[in-house]
Each structure stands twice: as C-alpha cells, then as structure tokens.
C-alpha cells in the first residue's frame, strides 16, 4: 500500500477492506500514509452499483468459499462500478502506472507459466507432456542458485498467460462489461473452481476479439520473476542481483505471496526488511517503503 501511494502516480489509494481493520499491526501506518484511505466494503452497494449484474454477482459471492475467489469477483465489481487501478496485495510498486492509463481504457500483464487455461483444459496428451516437461525444467531453476538467470535464458519456453493481480479498467468499459458478462455465463459448479473467475477467465477473454480496448503488458511490467522462481526474491545473498531483475520498464513486482513465498507473509515486517536488506532481493525492493 504505501509503495503504491508513494511510486504509483495516483491520486488515492484505497484499501478495499470486509473486516475491521483499527486493530491490526499497522493500522496506524497506514491511514498515517499521505494518498491512502481505507474504505469499508459493503457488498450489497457494490453489486447494486454493478447493474444490471448485481443479482448475479451476490448470487455468485454468496456460493464462493476462498478469499481468493471472492477476490477474484470483487476486483471486476470494483473496476466496473468505479474504475482504477487494480492491485494485489502482494506487490510492490516501483513506478508510476498513470501513464499506462493514458489511451487505454483497460490494462492488465502477462507472466510465463506453466499451466495458462488451454493447457489445464486440455485433453491432449502431447500438451499436458510438454507443460509436465516444463515444470520439472522450473523447478530445476527455482533450486538451482542464481536460478532465476538459468529461467532467463530459456523462458521463451513458457506460454505467457494473462494475471490479474495487476488490472485496470475505466468504469464500464466493454473489456470488464464483458468480464462480468462470461463471468456469469460460467457453469454455476465450475465458477467456484480456484482460477476459473481470476487468472482463466481473463486468458479466455483477451483470446475474444470482442473484448474491447485492452493493452496487455510484458511480462517484465508486472512479473519479473514467474511463479516459482520467485522463490529467488527470497533466497540469501542475491540482493546484488535486483538491477538485473527489474528493467526500467518494471512498474510493479507481483511476488505471488500465495505460492512458495506464502510462510513469509507472516514475518514480513519492516524489522525483517530492515535486518534482510544487504542480503535478500525482497528486502531490498521493499526498503525504501519501510
């Protein structure tokens, strides 16, 4: 948060919250941070506010049981409802992104993965032997030190695939006016699946020429490191390696707390930064918003 309202170029940041936040560790640094406000969610003005969605959209909040899928969903309300700038909370922003809004009236990025949606859903063997091929070839380059290099030299490999941990749109615009739309037209037991109304109904829409205006950035934009090897963010004694990872055309660095990196979100604090700064990259990208 306090990156985003340093680096980011907006005018506010707001943080989207369910659950009472004025006893939480930071608290105090947060609505202390110039830009940032914390905003009360209230789920039933948002879908009222999404017409004419909003009785599919609570119909559909009401049966997702993860925080990672009703994420998914109130991200795209947010968007159609308000417009802005998406942002998970596992990132961190670098540089402005207002000029990424210029011209565009939606915006996301892609990363090199594994698994996109046509490689999941597919039946062929040869696609599913290549995408295992793949995963062990990864999980070479996450062990391996200085692996993050090694996954440099033979990333062309991977299919880039569409995240929405970084996402923007202008209010209605007809790239989230058609989320929403597929969004519900998914069959009701698969939209609860992990993935199914986040990462794959992004890749299936930005596979349709009708989903309007929307620039999709390189990996380099948002995803420095993929999945996996962002387990490199955290290793020791790489922190010299963190110009090599992020270009000046980085604007945010998604870590993917959710993956491999997820028994570190606990610990994280500026303490931790602070103590890790000379030997970790993590800690080094985030020093100067301690």
């Not at 209230?42 to 909003?54: I, S, T």
């Not at 990132?91 to 698994?115: K, W």
């Not at 040869?126 to 062990?143: F, G, K």
Request: hydrophobic share 40%; aromatic share 8%.
């Amino acid at each position: 948060v306090r990156s985003a309202a340093l680096r980011g170029g907006f005018h506010e940041v707001v943080l989207h919250h369910d659950h009472d936040l004025t006893r939480t560790l930071h608290y105090a640094e947060l609505v202390s941070t110039p830009g940032v406000e914390l905003r009360p969610m209230h789920l039933a003005q948002l879908f009222e506010a999404c017409a004419p969605f909003a009785a599919g959209l609570a119909d559909l909040y009401a049966r997702l049981r993860t925080p990672a899928t009703r994420s998914d969903l109130v991200r795209f309300a947010l968007l159609y409802s308000q417009g802005g700038v998406y942002l998970d909370m596992d990132t961190v922003t670098l540089r402005p992104l207002e000029p990424l809004c210029r011209n565009a009236s939606a915006f996301c990025g892609e990363e090199r993965i594994v698994y996109p949606a046509h490689v999941r859903n597919s039946l062929d063997p040869w696609v599913r032997l290549l995408a295992l091929t793949r995963s062990h070839l990864r999980t070479s380059c996450r062990l391996l030190p200085r692996g993050w290099a090694t996954f440099r030299r033979l990333e062309q490999l991977y299919p880039l695939a569409a995240n929405p941990a970084v996402l923007a749109s202008a209010p209605r615009s007809t790239f989230v006016t058609q989320a929403l739309t597929r969004m519900l037209a998914i069959p009701r037991r698969k939209q609860p699946l992990p993935n199914v109304i986040g990462p794959h109904l992004l890749q299936h829409l930005l596979a349709d020429p009708g989903r309007g205006s929307v620039v999709v950035h390189p990996a380099e934009a948002f995803f420095p490191l993929p999945p996996e090897i962002s387990c490199h963010w955290f290793r020791d004694g790489t922190y010299q390696d963190l110009a090599q990872i992020v270009s000046p055309d980085t604007r945010v660095v998604h870590w993917y707390a959710s993956g491999r990196n997820k028994h570190l979100t606990s610990i994280i604090d500026p303490t931790y930064v602070r103590c890790n700064a000379e030997r970790q990259l993590f800690s080094k990208l985030a020093l100067p918003f301690t």
